[in-house]
């Protein structure tokens, strides 16, 4: 029960609608789950959330000096104050944007206390509250050791028949090796959430393949024989803007229909599956890609 629940909350992340329905208690006995390793969560978890793990060991620390005492010792929810990893605020967190302010001033109203961290510590703990909430939404499928807990066989099937992946890939082509690529919580993160998977990587490595393959392109036709293709930069109903093959940059007014513009985006099944895939597609998809060696 409690690997499903915290799959569950993999969907609580996903699927924001469904936030409501889920919210519901908290597995106290996850607590005993998961005190194998410093605070329960592997290395795996730490590099799957990208965090540096000096910074999670430091943050580690500072939560528990400072939050472990309300919020419980491993951030599931204590006597009146809420699990942060099943907060929606922590989980839409990005490098410490939400979650900071919170810190820095507190809610002193609500029973939440302005508790004077440094910035430097305030950074570790949010490092430390992403392993924390990364961690949750995997631990579905894994057992400690990161042994794969789906069915392979099962998986196989999948792919090739209801989950259509193979409609777009091929164990023995794009997809070969990839189960030695990377190990299984980032498998899992690259095909469940593949923008997700990149994010945070673009920017610095703009210029890696790795960062631009999956981004959405468009091709906008001003006249028969004359059109623009690229990397899509923004667009609305005014305008539409991308970089071609050569870096360059185009930008064209829009005026209703005129000029045609098609967006491709080549994540959108990815993004379409995710709210059909079961917590047992889930598991076994994983267990057979971890299979591809
Ligand atoms: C004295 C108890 C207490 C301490 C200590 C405390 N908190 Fe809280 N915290 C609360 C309470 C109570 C709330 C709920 C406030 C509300 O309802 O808006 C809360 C809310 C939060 C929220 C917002 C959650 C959400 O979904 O809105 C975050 C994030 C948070 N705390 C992080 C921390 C961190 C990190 C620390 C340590 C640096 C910490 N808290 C220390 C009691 C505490
Ligand atoms: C309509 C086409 C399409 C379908 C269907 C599809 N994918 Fe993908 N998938 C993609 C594209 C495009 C990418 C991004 C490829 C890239 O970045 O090079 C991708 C990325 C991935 C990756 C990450 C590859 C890497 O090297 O990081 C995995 C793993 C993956 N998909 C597995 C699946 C699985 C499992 C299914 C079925 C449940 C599936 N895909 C269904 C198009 C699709």
């Not at 509250?129 to 807990?149: E, I, K, M, P, S």
């Not at 990377?182 to 960062?211: C, H, M, N």
Request: charged share 20%; glycine share 10%; net charge neutral.
């Amino acid at each position: 029960m409690i690997r499903h629940s915290e799959l569950y909350f993999l969907w609580v992340v996903l699927v924001p609608a469904a936030a409501t329905l889920m919210l519901g208690q908290e597995p106290s006995a996850s607590l005993a789950a998961q005190t194998s390793t410093n605070d329960g969560v592997s290395a795996a978890a730490i590099a799957g959330a990208k965090e540096d793990p000096a910074a999670f060991q430091r943050g580690s620390k500072a939560y528990a000096k400072y939050c472990a005492g309300c919020h419980g010792a491993l951030a599931r929810g204590g006597a009146g104050a809420p699990s942060l990893v099943r907060s929606l605020l922590v989980l839409d967190d990005e490098k410490g944007l939400l979650i900071a302010p919170v810190i820095r001033e507190g809610r002193p109203d609500k029973g939440m206390p302005k508790l004077g961290l440094s910035e430097p510590e305030i950074a570790d703990v949010v490092a430390w509250l992403h392993v924390q909430t990364y961690a949750a939404g995997h631990r579905g499928t894994y057992t400690f050791g990161n042994v794969v807990t789906g069915d392979a066989q099962k998986g196989k099937v999948y792919f090739n028949t209801t989950g259509k992946c193979s409609t777009c890939h091929s164990a023995t082509g794009d997809l070969a090796g990839i189960g030695s690529k990377y190990e299984p919580l980032s498998l899992q993160t690259r095909w469940l959430q593949p923008r997700e998977g990149r994010r945070g990587r673009r920017g610095a490595a703009a210029d890696s393949k790795d960062s631009d393959a999956a981004l959405p392109t468009v091709t906008v036709t001003l006249s028969p024989g004359k059109s623009f293709s690229g990397v899509l930069d923004h667009i609305d109903d005014f305008t539409v803007s991308l970089h071609d093959a050569d870096g360059d940059f185009h930008s064209f007014t829009r005026n209703g229909a005129t000029p045609k513009v098609e967006v491709h985006d080549p994540l959108k099944a990815h993004t379409d599956m995710l709210r059909i895939y079961t917590d047992a597609d889930i598991h076994n998809v994983t267990a057979y890609l971890v299979t591809l060696k």
